[in-house]
């Protein structure tokens, strides 16, 4: 296979891409262009893109995708109620085929042939960003150097760095993975790749200790049309500064942190700390507001779904078919998820307290325990007698089956 020419690296400033740039300049001879994905990263992006061009890069360009970020990946999540192994959000899994997408978009108006990620190979991001290669730029030649250099460690890659005069934002003594965005932010590594010791606290960035929040709760009201978060307060609300003010008023309140060990798609299992106190106030909301604005066999299959909508998010398969198809159910199930819930924060929790809705389904004249004119309780007398037909001819034609577990049996 002949050496690329001109190479479009997915670039962050991090430990992996800083060293990538010179990499792929001494292995290949070529052209590196630097891309620079704004989802909502507390970065200076100015200082970002002269460092890759200080690293090496012959060009450097900063994409502003954080609103698509948050309506066309973070709330098409939400709407499907999409959490990975009942705990994650999805962070770090929806902002990887975004960034691919810009980074190929720019390498097809660069006349690149070939597209490179800092991704190793043990992890699941090769596969999101390379699915997404695959979808929407077949052509270009994946380049993955954590499978190709003689790189083995991040120690061996602090070490080139210093030997290439390469500032990395990575110690010995502090050598978290950190990924952060418009939705999250999750560490790995370090102290964190033993799942009996608790995080020690500067792993956090987003949140505040519960122990150490205020001692009187918070109240938000988060308004949602069709599914979509449109407002708090009573107030209309952009995508991202609305995501932007919940992190901040979960995070002082604690809320949002997950500690859990889960399965990566290689098959390893491996520990995480995730903050996502916005996502978390809105996903817990957007499931309570379903609750009384579907119908209970629509609402019963969107929990069918959900889990496997998160496992092709989490998969790398944002671009398949499926996931369309699932959208489409999504889309049709979401049309009278319309209203409000006001939430209570308080020392990490995330509760509930009530909810209202143009659409709700929730009649108190039906669910009252006191006296009701709409509801004849004598109807429920032929329901359960034709609910209960197949278990009553079963029992009847099979009563050594059915009635094994009494203690004594019917004759």
Not at 18 to 41: H, N
Not at 78 to 92: H, P, S
Not at 118 to 130: A, H, I, L, M
Not at 194 to 213: F, H, N
Request: glycine content about 8%; aromatic content about 8%; proline content about 7%.
């Amino acid at each position: 296979m002949p050496s690329p020419k001109k190479v479009v690296l997915a670039y962050s400033g991090g430990l992996d891409t800083s060293v990538i740039i010179p990499w792929l300049k001494e292995t290949y001879g070529c052209v590196v262009i630097a891309v620079i994905a704004d989802v909502g990263q507390p970065e200076d992006f100015d200082a970002v893109r002269h460092k890759a061009l200080a690293s090496g890069a012959d060009a450097a360009t900063v994409v502003d995708v954080k609103t698509e970020f948050a309506t066309d990946y973070i709330f098409a999540a939400l709407r499907a109620d999409a959490v990975y192994e009942g705990q994650y959000l999805l962070g770090t899994a929806l902002a990887r085929p975004l960034i691919a997408k810009a980074q190929v978009e720019i390498a097809l108006a660069e006349g690149a042939d070939a597209l490179a990620h800092g991704c190793t190979g043990k992890g699941n991001d090769q596969v999101r960003f390379e699915l997404a290669y695959q979808a929407l730029a077949p052509r270009l030649r994946p380049i993955a150097p954590w499978r190709e250099w003689s790189l083995r460690s991040r120690d061996d890659e602090i070490e080139y760095a210093a030997a290439h005069g390469i500032p990395v934002p990575v110690t010995r003594e502090k050598p978290y993975s950190v990924d952060q965005n418009l939705w999250h932010r999750s560490a790995e590594a370090g102290v964190l790749e033993d799942p009996w010791r608790e995080p020690p606290e500067d792993v956090y960035a987003l949140t505040r200790s519960p122990g150490e929040a205020p001692d009187q709760p918070a109240y938000a009201e988060v308004a949602f049309e069709r599914g979509v978060p449109t407002g708090l307060n009573g107030a209309k609300a952009d995508p991202v500064p609305l995501i932007q003010t919940l992190n901040r008023l979960g995070g002082l309140h604690g809320v949002g942190r997950v500690d859990m060990v889960e399965n990566r798609l290689v098959g390893i299992k491996v520990r995480g700390v995730y903050e996502t106190p916005g996502g978390t106030i809105l996903a817990t909301a957007h499931r309570d507001l379903e609750s009384i604005t579907v119908d209970r066999d629509t609402q019963h299959y969107l929990t069918v779904i959900a889990p496997r909508y998160a496992e092709i998010i989490y998969n790398g398969q944002w671009f398949s078919p499926l996931r369309q198809a699932f959208d489409g159910f999504v889309d049709a199930a979401q049309r009278t998820v319309t209203g409000t819930v006001r939430m209570k924060l308080f020392k990490g929790t995330c509760t509930v307290v009530g909810r209202a809705s143009p659409h709700a389904l929730y009649r108190q004249d039906l669910a009252t325990f006191g006296e009701d004119a709409v509801y004849d309780q004598k109807d429920a007398d032929g329901f359960i007698h034709l609910w209960g037909l197949p278990t009553r001819v079963f029992a009847q034609v099979n009563p050594q089956q059915i009635r094994r577990g009494l203690r004594h049996p019917v004759r």
